[in-house]
C-alpha cells in the first residue's frame, strides 16, 4: 500500500534537477546552440578556404600534404557541423567568416599557418566552453572528437614551421 507521501514528487531541488529546462542545468538551449554551431561552420569554411587556396604557393611535398591534412579535417568539421544544424530545426549558414580574408592577405605561407593556427586555437576555445553545456551526447561526443583534432593539428603546424623569429 502507497501513502500520498510515497507518490509525492521529489521535494529537493537536487532530486529534481534532472527534470530542469536547459537554462536551469545551464546547458545551451537550442537557439544558442544551432547560434554556436553556425559560428563555427563559418569558422570551418573560413578554414577551408584557407587552406585550399594555400595549396598552390606550397614549395614542398610536407607542406603540401600538411596543407590536405588541414583542408580535410575542416571541410569534415564543416559537413558535420552543417548536419548537426538542420538535425536540430536549424538552417546551415552559408557564410564564409572574414578569418579567410584576413588570412589570405598574409603573403608568407609560414606566416598564413601561424595565423590559421591562431583560428584552430579560437575554436578549439570556443568549443572547450561550450562542450561542458551540452546534453546531447552524440553532439557533444562529436564536439570534443573536433577540439581534440583541432589542437593536434595546432601542433602538426607548430612542429612543421620553424620557430617564429
Known amino acids: 500500500m502507497t501513502t500520498a507521501e510515497d507518490s509525492a ?9 534532472a527534470a ?6 545551464h546547458r545551451a538551449e537550442p537557439a544558442e546552440l544551432i547560434e554556436f554551431l553556425n559560428l563555427l561552420l563559418e569558422a570551418e569554411r573560413a578554414g ?14 610536407a607542406e603540401r600534404a600538411l596543407l ?13 557541423l552543417s548536419a548537426a544544424i538542420a538535425r536540430r530545426g536549424g538552417q546551415p ?7 579567410h580574408q584576413r ?7 609560414d606566416e598564413r599557418l601561424r595565423f590559421l593556427n591562431r583560428g584552430q586555437g ?15 551526447g ?11 583534432n583541432h589542437v593536434a593539428n595546432i601542433a602538426r603546424v607548430n612542429d612543421f614551421l620553424p620557430a617564429a623569429p
Not at 48 to 61: D, G, I, M
Open 138 to 148: 552524440e553532439l557533444r561526443q562529436a564536439l570534443v572528437e573536433m577540439r581534440e
Open 93 to 99: 549558414s552559408q557564410t564564409v567568416g572574414d578569418f
Open 103 to 109: 588570412a589570405m592577405v598574409i603573403a608568407a605561407l
Open 9 to 17: 514528487s521529489p521535494s529537493s531541488p537536487v532530486c529534481a534537477a
Open 68 to 80: 590536405e591534412d588541414v583542408f580535410a579535417d575542416e571541410a569534415r568539421w564543416c559537413a558535420m
Open 20 to 25: 530542469g529546462s536547459d537554462a536551469y542545468q
Open 48 to 61: 577551408t578556404r584557407v587552406a585550399r587556396e594555400s595549396l598552390p604557393h606550397c614549395t614542398t611535398t
Open 122 to 136: 579560437w575554436v578549439a576555445k570556443r568549443l572547450g566552453e561550450m562542450i561542458p553545456r551540452l546534453g546531447d
